[in-house]
């Protein structure tokens, strides 16, 4: 199979929670017909999974009938996702962990999936949109040789 | 969708000779394994097993929402005196486990013998 710059392929997932391994699944294998590296795909893959995750939990509300769509379209050595929902975006970035604070218990164990994303991944862009006619989304870009 | 987390629980004995009590997980790591992966933890009796080794190794999935229930185990056996080891990850995995710190409060062995030669 040949494979070129400019080929794009859309999943559409229901806001509930596993689904976002089909997603997950998919960028792999793109990645891996673009001939990504084992170590880049797994990065890939957690990326990802977290912005849907993120996506059906705080985007959609867990509503099923409401889909997750995610876009990835291949690029000359780059894969660009994009994850849309209804909800309105991130109003406010999140702080990275501490382990510290988590472990006293003064901050939430939960809440890591944004610091995941923008570790993992080379670009990680958060659009709000109305949650109406306009979604919001997540951009992430991953090279295929990690950036120094 | 998701996978059926699993947990299984063996005694061991490290190079030392401590007794250690292994948490065994397969399957999906993620939200919906709290009962497996907390509930199995707080079911043990904290004067008993002291020294904790998680192995991650039949582990099929795992996310943000699953290492924060690690996070949670780790919280209550630092508070319990209990010490917590963890194994079997994968090195994608051991890179995130280090990048949120965990390995502040816990040790990963990249095997089972790994982790008994050392404990």
Not at chain 1, 110 to 137: C, H, K, N, P, Y
Not at chain 2, 70 to 75: G, K, N, P, Y
Request: with cysteine; proline share 3%.
């Amino acid at each position: 199979m040949s494979v070129t710059s400019g080929s794009k392929v859309e999943v559409r997932l229901p806001s509930r929670l596993g689904f976002e391994k089909v997603a997950m699944s998919t960028a792999a294998g793109m990645a891996k017909l673009m001939g990504f590296s084992e170590d880049r795909i797994e990065d890939l893959k957690t990326a990802v999974a977290e912005a849907c995750i993120n996506a059906m939990e705080h985007g959609n509300k867990m509503n099923a009938s409401i889909p997750v769509s995610v876009v990835l379209s291949m690029k000359p050595d780059e894969l660009e996702v994009k994850v849309m929902d209804n909800g309105t975006g991130m109003q406010t970035p999140a702080p990275s962990p501490d382990i510290d604070r988590k472990m006293s218990g003064e901050e939430e164990a939960r809440g890591m999936g944004m610091f995941l994303i923008q570790a993992l991944v080379d670009e990680a862009e958060w659009v709000s949109g109305t949650g109406t006619d306009e979604q919001s989304f997540v951009r992430l870009v991953i090279r295929m040789k990690e950036n120094e | 969708m998701q996978t059926a987390n699993k947990v299984s629980q063996q005694q061991l004995t490290g190079a030392s000779g401590q007794q250690i009590t292994c948490l065994r997980f397969t399957g999906d790591v993620s939200s919906l394994s709290k009962d497996a992966i907390v509930g199995t933890y707080q079911a043990l009796d904290k004067a008993v097993h002291k020294c904790i080794l998680l192995d991650f190794k039949g582990v099929e999935y795992l996310n943000s929402s699953g290492i924060a229930l690690v996070i949670q185990v780790l919280m209550e056996a630092n508070k319990a005196g209990q010490t917590v080891s963890i194994c079997g990850l994968t090195p994608h995995f051991t890179k995130v486990f280090t990048m949120v710190g965990i390995t502040k409060y816990a040790t990963l062995y990249p095997d089972e013998a790994a982790a008994l030669a050392a404990l």
